[in-house]
T-cell receptor, first 111, second 113 residues
Framework: GEDVEQSLFLSVREGDSSVINCTYT??????LYWYKQEPGAGLQLLTY?????DMKQDQRLTVLLNKKDKHLSLRIADTQTGDSAIYFC???????????FGGGTRLMVKP | DAGVTQSPTHLIKTRGQQVTLRCSPK?????VSWYQQALGQGPQFIFQ???????QRGNFPDRFSGHQFPNYSSELNVNALLLGDSALYLC????????????FGSGTRLTVV
């Protein structure tokens, strides 16, 4: 079945760049998403990328997709303490289809 | 513009009981999906409703059922609660066929004792 894997934890200093990695197994994944979850809250969509793209940039966020290796990354430039949260990558096979999530990466930003 | 609204925010139930969780989608959204998020894990897809019909279902037993109303709001029902059903239940709404992802509510924290 489908599987999405993420590293559990990442710690960075304020002002540095953060890179959160994700691997997925299903080659039919068409849409890939990054969500952010703060304590006690739901999930906030940060950005998404289509499988026919290699890169997408949105302000401080850069998403890189290596479809051959089924590897997705999220780079956060100039990381701030407010970026401390859990980040989930997710994939779906079709628009509006169910999302399969990774286990989440906890990002801790130290002042 | 209100986003996705879920009620209640917290709930404590006893093993064997039944529970109903409610969700109002974001204005303009016609599709509602439900996810279960156990502590320390990613959300797991339960099912999706569109036009008052269950359109997709994840690997959850029949104890989990749902409903969508003509105004697009939705309910999630869980019968014969087990301790393992304790989790954050997230409702997500979207526009059918849209690839822009889902808007999630803040969830209902269910504790089964």
């Amino acid at each position: 079945g489908e599987d999405v894997e993420q590293s559990l934890f990442l710690s960075v200093r304020e002002g540095d760049s953060s890179v959160i990695n994700c691997t997925y197994t299903d080659s039919s994944s068409t849409y890939l998403y990054w969500y952010k979850q703060e304590p006690g809250a739901g999930l906030q969509l940060l950005t998404y990328i289509f499988s026919n793209m290699d890169m997408k940039q949105d302000q401080r966020l850069t998403v890189l997709l290596n479809k051959k290796d089924k590897h997705l990354s999220l780079r956060i430039a100039d990381t701030q303490t407010g970026d401390s949260a859990i980040y989930f990558c997710a994939e779906s096979k079709d628009a509006g289809n169910m999302l399969t999530f990774g286990g989440g990466t906890r990002l801790m930003v130290k002042p | 513009d209100a986003g996705v609204t879920q009620s209640p925010t917290h709930l404590i139930k006893t093993r064997g009981q039944q529970v109903t969780l409610r969700c109002s989608p974001k204005s303009g959204h016609d599709t509602v999906s439900w996810y279960q998020q156990a502590l320390g894990q990613g959300p797991q897809f339960i099912f999706q409703y569109y036009e008052e019909e269950e359109r997709q279902r994840g690997n959850f037993p029949d104890r989990f059922s749902g409903h969508q109303f003509p105004n697009y709001s939705s309910e999630l029902n869980v019968n014969a609660l087990l301790l393992g059903d304790s989790a954050l239940y997230l409702c997500a709404s979207s526009v059918s066929g849209s690839h822009y992802g889902y808007t999630f509510g803040s969830g209902t924290r269910l504790t089964v004792v």
